[in-house]
């Protein structure tokens, strides 16, 4: 007797994210995939005719539309979000996500990987308190929603995935793949290196490629399920998702390097020094701002590659990741 291949539905489906995991699924499993998104003509690199593949077209607080979608699938990769405005960052991002639960099947239901932010967590993976306190709307939602999981009837079928700086695409658009974010601000960044090379910051921080959040939940998505083995957590297990701790100092000088700007010795940029420039320059800052500041080390330990789950990493390193991004390097047009 064979087994009907699994169905995983991917919320968020039309993002960076949601594609390039998308794509693994398609090239590493048989499962049925529901692409939960707003705009189908946002799927660059997906084919929309995949005999695999459903649409769900619809806003994620149009939940109850689907429900009979809902109650049919094995996994969900839960990747979509809302910041900007405070009340859809509610409702999508706690209300949305409850009422979704709550339409899936116990019966057939297997895992939730359900996507957070690394900014919520402290070093050893534990919630931020100070996330809840004054974070922006998204730090919020986000914190709120993580404590509600973890009292959730399902909280042991869930895998809470904590991003940390995410790389994806190309900077001139011509990846099959969305341009995230932060490549996309690799260009304006590099205009900012001639200042840049003057200073420096005691800081650190982790980044990952969206190709290797994808191998991380695919393989999640495509194992069997088991309860949380992740030392000093709760029901939900978390996995912060990142390459090893850089230094700002090192991820400017490997800016520098690739684009041919010089680097000086550097001004330390201390604290106390940032402070008295946002009092003298016209710089709004709000409590988050002020925490990070403060904070300026956002390293977890353990953080997650593809390699412990027997992958390789896609983009391993900050120049791996530059190549894959498009920006020229210093002799290149």
Same mark, same amino acid.
């Given at each position: 007797m064979t087994t009907a291949?699994?169905?995983?539905?991917?919320?968020?489906?039309?993002?960076?994210?949601?594609?390039?995991?998308?794509?693994?699924?398609?090239?590493?499993?048989?499962?049925?995939?529901?692409?939960?998104?707003?705009?189908?003509?946002?799927?660059?690199?997906?084919?929309?005719?995949?005999?695999?593949?459903?649409?769900?077209?619809?806003?994620?607080?149009?939940?109850?539309?689907?429900?009979?979608?809902?109650?049919?699938?094995?996994?969900?990769?839960?990747?979509?979000?809302?910041?900007?405005?405070?009340?859809?960052?509610?409702?999508?991002?706690?209300?949305?996500?409850?009422?979704?639960?709550?339409?899936?099947?116990?019966?057939?239901?297997?895992?939730?990987?359900?996507?957070?932010?690394?900014?919520?967590?402290?070093r050893d993976l534990q919630?931020?308190?100070?996330?809840?306190?004054?974070?922006?709307?998204?730090?919020?939602?986000?914190?709120?929603?993580?404590?509600?999981?973890?009292?959730?009837?399902?909280?042991?079928?869930?895998?809470?995935?904590?991003?940390?700086?995410?790389?994806?695409? $190309?900077?001139? *658009?011509?990846? !099959?793949? #969305?341009?995230?974010? @932060?490549?996309?601000? &690799?260009? +304006?960044?590099?205009?900012?290196?001639?200042?840049?090379?003057?200073?420096?910051?005691?800081?650190?921080?982790?980044?990952?490629?969206?190709?290797?959040?994808?191998?991380?939940?695919?393989?999640?998505?495509?194992?069997?399920?088991?309860?949380?083995?992740?030392?000093?957590?709760?029901?939900?297990?978390?996995?912060?998702?990142?390459?090893?701790?850089?230094?700002?100092?090192?991820?400017?000088?490997?800016?520098? $390097?690739?684009? *041919?700007?010089? !680097?000086? #010795?550097?001004?330390? @940029?201390?604290?106390? &020094?940032? +402070?008295?420039?946002?009092?003298?320059?016209?710089?709004?800052?709000?409590?988050?701002?002020r925490f990070s500041i403060?904070?300026?080390?956002?390293?977890?330990?353990?953080?997650?590659?593809?390699?412990?789950?027997?992958?390789?990493?896609?983009?391993?390193?900050?120049?791996?990741?530059?190549?894959?991004?498009?920006?020229?390097?210093?002799?290149?047009?």
């Open positions: 291949p699994a169905r995983i539905l991917i919320t968020g489906a039309s993002g960076c994210v949601g594609q390039y995991t998308t794509a693994w699924l398609l090239e590493h499993s048989d499962a049925e995939l529901l692409l939960w998104l707003r705009d189908p003509s946002k799927l660059s690199a997906i084919p929309l005719d995949h005999p695999r593949i459903k649409l769900l077209v619809g806003d994620l607080r149009e939940t109850d539309r689907f429900a009979t979608d809902l109650g049919s699938v094995n996994r969900v990769i839960h990747t979509a979000t809302a910041w900007g405005d405070p009340e859809r960052a509610q409702q999508v991002n706690v209300v949305a996500v409850k009422r979704m639960l709550s339409l899936l099947d116990p019966d057939k239901l297997e895992q939730v990987v359900y996507f957070s932010t690394a900014s919520i967590l402290n919630p931020l308190p100070q996330a809840l306190a004054y974070g922006t709307e998204y730090i919020q939602t986000k914190a709120q929603c993580l404590k509600d999981l973890e009292h959730h009837p399902l909280a042991e079928r869930i895998v809470a995935v904590f991003p940390t700086l995410v790389f994806g695409g $190309r900077i001139d *658009g011509s990846s !099959r793949f #969305p341009t995230s974010y @932060l490549t996309e601000g &690799l260009a +304006e960044a590099s205009k900012w290196l001639w200042l840049a090379r003057w200073l420096r910051a005691d800081a650190s921080f982790h980044f990952i490629h969206a190709a290797d959040i994808a191998a991380i939940c695919g393989s999640l998505a495509t194992t069997p399920h088991q309860r949380n083995p992740e030392p000093g957590q709760g029901p939900v297990r978390r996995i912060v998702m990142g390459q090893k701790a850089i230094s700002v100092n090192e991820a400017v000088a490997t800016l520098c $390097r690739w684009r *041919g700007v010089a !680097r000086t #010795p550097g001004i330390p @940029l201390w604290p106390w &020094l940032i +402070e008295g420039l946002i009092r003298v320059l016209p710089i709004e800052v709000n409590d988050w701002d403060r904070q300026r080390h956002f390293i977890h330990n353990p953080v997650t590659q593809p390699e412990r789950f027997q992958l390789t990493s896609h983009g391993p390193d900050l120049e791996t990741v530059l190549e894959d991004s498009g920006l020229p390097r210093r002799g290149q047009t």
